[in-house]
């Protein structure tokens, strides 16, 4: 059954360091999107990605984060300069059209120390 | 704003002892309500998706089922392995997923 990979499971960085988070989503799927859990807190919604552009973002979405399909099986999030407050598990998702189900990968555990 | 709101927050069964999680939410146009599971330190993985209110879904031990204002996911003789975070979410007429804080299931053999 396919499914969304996301590399690496947990990433350690330093505060203002940059970082770049990893998706290979499903393949005929054409909507792609990140999401954030902070520890005990709700999945939230960063960005979502469709035709080679953003098609939708949340405010914490800001000028920090960028996306980017660099070939046609990958998506990655880029957070410029992290902040202590970025720490959370970062999920990839996909789905075949807006309005279906979205399929989760396993997430990205990010420690921003 | 759209809003979602799961109860309770935590639910402990005996195994075999059948229970039902509810989700409210407020939301501009619903295209649709999704349930997800999820594992400790892993990613939600797909349960039901409901469209329109009236509709039912089941699989297993679950069956969720959606009104104009809120979803139930009833759960019957559940097992110990049945233990997880129980996820809602909806979507409006955005892209966007609003997930609720979810209901933590523990099922004690």
């Known amino acids: 059954e396919p499914e969304v990979t996301q590399t690496p499971s947990h990433q350690v960085t330093q505060m203002g360091q940059e970082v770049i988070l990893r998706c290979v989503p499903i393949?005929?799927?054409?909507?792609f999107y990140w999401y954030r859990q902070i520890l005990g807190q709700k999945v939230e919604f960063l960005v979502s990605f469709y035709n080679n552009e953003i098609s939708e973002k949340s405010e914490i979405f800001d000028d920090q984060f960028s996306v980017e399909r660099p070939d046609g099986s990958n998506f990655t999030l880029k957070i410029r300069s992290t902040k202590l407050e970025d720490s959370a598990m970062y999920f990839c998702?996909?789905?075949?059209?807006?309005?279906?189900?979205?399929?989760f990968g396993p997430g990205t555990r990010l420690t921003v120390t | 704003e759209d809003q979602v709101t799961q109860s309770p927050e935590a639910l402990r069964l005996q195994e075999g002892e059948s229970s039902s999680l509810n989700c409210s939410y407020t939301?501009?146009?619903?295209?649709?309500l999704f349930w997800y599971r999820q594992d400790p330190g892993k990613g939600p993985e797909f349960l039901f998706t409901l469209y329109s209110a009236g509709e039912e879904k089941e699989k297993e031990r679950l069956k969720a089922t959606l009104t104009k204002k809120e979803s139930f996911l009833h759960i019957t003789a559940p097992k110990p392995e049945d233990s997880a975070t129980y996820l809602c979410?909806?979507?409006?007429?955005?892209?966007?997923?609003?997930f609720g804080t979810g209901t933590s299931l523990t099922v004690i053999p």
């Open positions: 939301v501009s146009g619903l295209r649709g």
């Open positions: 393949s005929n799927h054409l909507y």
């Open positions: 979410a909806v979507q409006g007429t955005g892209n966007q997923f609003y």
């Open positions: 998702a996909s789905s075949r059209w807006t309005g279906e189900v979205q399929y």
